[in-house]
């Protein structure tokens, strides 16, 4: 993928941040930004703008491994649509998650201000300009606000 324009790696920023502030805290999982690589079990090596993985999981992982694609499946995916993005792939690569085992994805649409949350089963729901999203199941305690992804500010 080319490099995003700068709104939306302001808002990539943001929500990696307000993610990855909250996860610490928590200290149950480990945030990875976008440019990380994800080996699937359908052999295909996809990269989301935000992962987390339980540490629970990653501790079969060898030393040698973290210096390259992760072979794990991580528990949630967040996408970050860009102007222009084609929706059908967004939502395509969605699935392609799920199918490979995320346990929770959420594809946000700044334009339309909606978020699209796949679960590991079911159709994926769509919720139109939520002021936050999270999952208390998944992720106790995580709020994540979307007023920086729907009104970037700069």
């Not at 694609?69 to 998650?97: C, N, Q, T, Y």
């Not at 946000?108 to 999203?133: F, H, K, M, S």
């Amino acid at each position: 993928m080319p490099p995003t324009g700068a709104e939306t790696g302001a808002r990539n920023a943001d929500l990696t941040c307000d993610f990855g502030t909250r996860a610490r805290a928590d200290g149950r999982g480990v945030v990875f930004d976008s440019p990380t690589g994800f080996l699937l079990p359908n052999g295909a090596m996809r990269s989301p703008d935000l992962a987390w993985i339980l540490r629970e999981r990653l501790i079969t992982i060898r030393p040698n491994q973290k210096h390259r694609f992760l072979p794990k499946v991580p528990d949630v995916v967040i996408e970050l649509a860009s102007p222009g993005d084609d929706s059908d792939g967004l939502h395509a690569k969605m699935r392609e998650w799920r199918d490979n085992g995320v346990r929770l994805g959420w594809l946000i649409l700044p334009e339309q201000r909606q978020v699209w949350r796949y679960a590991r089963t079911g159709e994926p729901v769509c919720l139109d300009n939520p002021a936050q999203i999270g999952d208390d199941a998944l992720l106790p305690g995580l709020v994540l606000p979307l007023v920086r992804i729907w009104e970037p500010g700069f």
